[in-house]
């Protein structure tokens, strides 16, 4: 009688150099046979050390290094940082320039939600929707250039309000560009909630309760598609937010199906804010003067970014540049719930798991695990590092 060999466990790895990877980082699924049983991931492939060059520059050079910690959000993190150091200043913004910050806002998250969509849609294997969306994506970032002189990072922001206004002519271009991208917007609803072959991929996949995603620490999106009723920019707005609010977008099933849809829907909620932005401009000057030396203190500053709260740290010494600036992005939050959400799953659904969150690495490398010195060999999970007494501090 032969018996059956001992379960062995197998793992493979993905990264960091890898074909399905936009960016670097690497992967460890344990799987029983196709069936994903665990995950560990490692991050810091691309760490540039941006929160230190922060201490060595001016607080005007910090406003254009942090403007690159991600190319996609590019205007939210200068806007945290332009709150925060306003705060400590006793600036106050012109309306005006609070509204164009908010409308540049706007018009980035509508750029980066249609390039997440092209990017997932190429994850499960929909070229022709990531060719689609990424050609309407074209039209924002036109928009985007014809603002700013710009297409990636636009530099609005000034220490004290805009760079730029945005006049009649400007503003009709938007007008027809959110026009132009709503009717692509309906179509694309269609196909994240009716194609077959799609829903395949993402129906039922990755789910995550309310729960859950709050115990997680989940933001932006991910979260608010498993039903967290959660966006700073209703719970604490910032910019012009208070004048022009948005409406909160929210789904419940909590798989990724329901991201796609929030998605969707939060792109929506961009036209129309961006529309009633364009007819209802403040009147008056775009920026403030701004003192050379920042007061000495320190201060918080929390913005919605379009993968979810952004949160920046800012102390000063009362000289021209910071003592210390520290960043908590979304992406960190986020990455606990591919951990989470993915054992249970096939191995073939890991591509749109991770996709899911809308994950940006260069974003993520803000911290580092210390191990000791005879383990550093290991790739370890949260929970080998625990049994030897190490946190995870995000």
Same mark, same amino acid.
């Given at each position: 009688?032969?018996?059956?060999?001992?379960?062995?466990?197998?793992?493979?790895? @993905?990264?960091?150099?890898?074909?399905?990877?936009?960016?670097?980082?690497?992967?460890?699924?344990?799987?029983?046979?196709?069936?994903?049983?665990?995950?560990?991931?490692?991050?810091?492939?691309?760490? *540039?050390?941006?929160?230190?060059?922060?201490?060595?520059?001016?607080?005007?050079?910090?406003?254009?290094?942090?403007?690159?910690?991600?190319?996609?959000?590019?205007?939210?993190?200068?806007? /945290? !940082?332009?709150?925060?150091?306003?705060?400590?200043? +006793?600036?106050?913004?012109?309306?005006?320039?609070?509204?164009?910050?908010?409308?540049?806002?706007?018009?980035? %998250?509508?750029?980066?939600?249609?390039?997440?969509?092209?990017?997932?849609?190429?994850?499960? +294997?929909?070229?022709?929707?990531?060719?689609?969306?990424?050609? =309407?994506?074209?039209?924002?970032? =036109?928009?985007?250039?014809?603002?700013?002189?710009?297409?990636?990072? !636009?530099?609005?922001?000034?220490?004290?309000?805009?760079?730029?206004?945005? #006049?009649?002519?400007?503003?009709?271009?938007?007008?027809?560009?959110?026009?132009?991208?709503?009717?692509?917007?309906?179509?694309?609803?269609?196909?994240? &909630?009716?194609?077959?072959?799609?829903? *395949?991929? &993402?129906?039922?996949?990755?789910?995550?309760? /309310? #729960?859950?995603?709050?115990?997680?620490?989940?933001?932006?999106?991910? /979260?608010?598609?498993?039903?967290?009723?959660?966006?700073?920019?209703?719970?604490?707005?910032?910019?012009?937010?208070?004048?022009?609010?948005?409406?909160?977008?929210?789904?419940?099933?909590?798989?990724?199906?329901?991201?796609?849809?929030?998605?969707?829907?939060?792109?929506?909620?961009?036209?129309?804010?961006?529309?009633?932005?364009? #007819?209802?401009?403040?009147?008056?000057?775009?920026?403030?003067?701004?003192? %050379?030396?920042?007061?000495?203190?320190?201060?918080?500053?929390?913005?919605?970014?379009?993968?979810?709260?952004?949160?920046?740290? @800012?102390?000063?010494?009362?000289?021209?540049?910071?003592?210390?600036?520290?960043?908590? &992005?979304?992406?960190?939050?986020?990455?606990?719930?591919?951990?989470? &959400? /993915?054992?249970?799953?096939?191995?073939?659904?890991?591509?749109?798991?991770?996709?899911?969150?809308?994950?940006?690495?260069?974003?993520?490398?803000?911290?580092?695990?210390?191990?000791?010195? #005879?383990?550093?060999?290991?790739?370890?999970?949260?929970?080998?590092? *625990?049994?030897?007494?190490?946190?995870?501090?995000?």
């Amino acid at each position: 009688m032969i018996q059956n060999p001992k379960p062995q466990k197998f793992i493979v790895p @993905i990264g960091p150099q890898h074909p399905a990877l936009k960016e670097p980082g690497h992967f460890e699924f344990t799987v029983d046979g196709e069936i994903v049983t665990s995950v560990a991931i490692r991050l810091g492939y691309v760490h *540039r050390g941006i929160e230190k060059a922060a201490e060595e520059r001016n607080y005007v050079q910090d406003l254009y290094l942090l403007e690159r910690v991600c190319g996609i959000c590019s205007h939210i993190h200068a806007t /945290a !940082y332009a709150l925060g150091v306003e705060k400590l200043a +006793g600036i106050t913004v012109p309306p005006r320039a609070q509204a164009i910050r908010e409308l540049v806002a706007e018009l980035e %998250r509508v750029h980066s939600h249609l390039l997440w969509l092209g990017v997932a849609a190429h994850e499960a +294997g929909f070229d022709t929707l990531f060719m689609y969306s990424w050609r =309407d994506r074209e039209t924002v970032m =036109d928009i985007l250039e014809r603002l700013s002189g710009n297409r990636v990072n !636009y530099s609005a922001n000034v220490l004290g309000g805009v760079k730029f206004n945005v #006049d009649a002519a400007q503003a009709d271009a938007i007008r027809r560009g959110m026009d132009f991208l709503e009717e692509r917007t309906h179509h694309y609803y269609n196909i994240v &909630t009716a194609e077959e072959t799609f829903l *395949r991929r &993402t129906r039922g996949v990755g789910t995550m309760s /309310a #729960d859950q995603a709050e115990a997680l620490g989940t933001l932006g999106p991910t /979260a608010r598609a498993s039903g967290v009723q959660r966006d700073l920019r209703i719970d604490s707005p910032y910019a012009a937010y208070t004048e022009f609010p948005v409406q909160i977008v929210t789904a419940s099933a909590g798989d990724l199906e329901a991201r796609f849809v929030v998605h969707v829907n939060e792109l929506f909620e961009s036209y129309r804010v961006i529309r009633v932005i364009l #007819d209802n401009f403040p009147p008056g000057e775009i920026e403030v003067r701004m003192p %050379r030396r920042i007061p000495e203190g320190e201060t918080i500053s929390r913005v919605e970014a379009p993968r979810g709260e952004l949160f920046y740290f @800012i102390k000063s010494n009362g000289t021209d540049q910071p003592e210390r600036i520290k960043i908590r &992005t979304p992406s960190l939050s986020n990455w606990a719930s591919v951990s989470a &959400t /993915a054992p249970g799953h096939k191995l073939a659904d890991m591509p749109m798991i991770l996709v899911g969150i809308d994950p940006c690495f260069s974003c993520s490398d803000r911290s580092v695990s210390i191990l000791p010195h #005879d383990r550093q060999s290991k790739l370890w999970t949260w929970e080998d590092l *625990r049994q030897y007494g190490i946190e995870y501090y995000r």
